[in-house]
């Protein structure tokens, strides 16, 4: 049995890797360098043109208020952006970065929305939102808030599929299926391959739960891993100034507190814990592909799907396997900063990121037999030194 001072030892052993990749992630948002920088103005100038898409021809009923409220709700309501964000809010964000003059707040606020995207494109694979047809609705006609709600997911999944064919286009091969049925295929690769689901042998659930306070789910605001950051310090030390703190700091979020099983825990000890094993990351990952990707005459670029195992009925003309151009440097600040925005908000460690990033960059060889996420030793290491390495100097 383990004495009182080894625990504490381990302990605080976690907690400087805890502070060394929460402050490796948030100096990568306040200071990226000119490779994140450039990924970030692309990946801007895409998600401009996505609202003014989806606001101009009022995919949902009421434009982009209500999408703003309804569907790009899940980091929003985190605070990286108030939860009632008008369109004229995004739209300045996204300008300033496109002009290379983005805060932290900014690049965090923007990557938040590409992560909702992402989210909401990720569920189609899980078929949260696929499945609806009008039969189900009529079936339903009794029950008004049931209807509601099928309908909704049935908007929503079209306003997103009709927004996507203005994305995608370069990045899948006209050999492959039919430009309307590539998200769903999409989809659902990312969700058999990458999502926690797939990384915990479909046991995420059995695995994970909220923390919870007296009965409540614990709602404690964060700012990275653990709570290292729960006063601002490391935005201190990085050179934002105490006195505005709450006008220049990336703001702390409020998002359910979750952990994993001890079982869990036990199998990775020397690592950070902050929830569990990232799908999110993916998500993110996808959609700064679907907006950066130029064409497959980039030699410096893997395609967007390369790193996955389609089958050959899913794409009968798949992507060549090039770890060069998997590991290139726009990937690698792209995976930088998906990872950046997880551990500096504290929704995850670095040990949860570093199987899909490392898959990501080609480092782990594919293996479709085995998708299970594992303990990673050298996750804050290596994660540390990726988003320092898009960091600038």
């Not at 080894?6 to 100096?27: D, F, G």
């Not at 997103?160 to 999409?186: G, H, V």
């Not at 993110?284 to 980039?298: E, G, R, V, W």
């Not at 003309?317 to 998906?338: C, F, G, H, I, W």
Request: aromatic share 6%; hydrophobic share 35%; glycine share 6%.
């Amino acid at each position: 049995m383990k004495s009182d001072q080894t625990k504490v030892k381990e302990y605080a052993a976690l907690v400087e890797k805890a502070t060394t990749q929460t402050t490796a992630a948030r100096k990568l948002l306040y200071n990226p360098g000119d490779t994140a920088k450039a990924e970030l103005k692309r990946a801007a100038e895409k998600m401009e043109d996505l609202i003014q898409f989806m606001d101009a021809g009022k995919t949902f009923k009421q434009g982009w208020n209500q999408a703003i409220n309804k569907k790009f709700n899940r980091q929003l309501g985190t605070q990286q952006i108030s939860s009632d964000a008008t369109k004229t809010t995004i739209l300045e964000i996204v300008a300033r970065i496109k002009l290379g003059k983005g805060t932290g707040k900014d690049h965090a606020a923007l990557i938040a929305l590409i992560g909702d995207v992402g989210t909401a494109v990720g569920d189609l694979g899980s078929g949260k939102s696929v499945d609806i047809d009008q039969k189900k609705v009529i079936d339903v006609e009794t029950d008004k808030d049931k209807k509601k709600k099928l309908q909704d997911k049935k908007d929503e999944f079209d306003a997103f599929t009709m927004a996507y064919k203005r994305m995608y286009s370069c990045c899948i091969p006209e050999e492959t299926l039919r430009k309307d049925e590539t998200l769903k295929a999409l989809a659902n690769g990312i969700y058999q391959e990458r999502s926690g689901d797939a990384q915990t042998g479909g046991c995420k659930k059995q695995q994970r739960d909220d923390i919870k306070v007296n009965g409540e789910k614990k709602m404690d605001p964060r700012g990275g891993v653990f709570e290292c950051n729960i006063e601002h310090q490391i935005d201190i030390a990085l050179g934002i100034k105490k006195e505005n703190v709450e006008k220049d700091a990336i703001p702390l979020v409020k998002w359910p507190w979750q952990t994993v099983s001890k079982a869990v825990m036990d199998s990775c000890p020397a690592e950070p814990w902050a929830g569990h094993y990232s799908g999110s990351v993916v998500e993110i990952l996808m959609i700064f592909d679907l907006f950066n990707y130029i064409s497959k005459a980039d030699s410096h670029d893997a395609h967007p799907l390369a790193s996955y195992d389609y089958t050959q009925a899913d794409f009968p003309v798949k992507p060549v396997y090039d770890s060069k151009r998997m590991n290139s440097a726009s990937r690698r600040a792209r995976a930088a900063l998906a990872s950046a925005y997880l551990i500096s908000n504290g929704m995850h460690s670095a040990n949860e990121v570093a199987f899909s990033v490392k898959l990501y960059l080609g480092l782990i060889q594919k293996n479709s037999k085995d998708r299970k996420a594992k303990c990673d030793t050298a996750a804050t290491v290596d994660i540390s030194s990726l988003m320092t390495e898009a960091t600038a100097k």
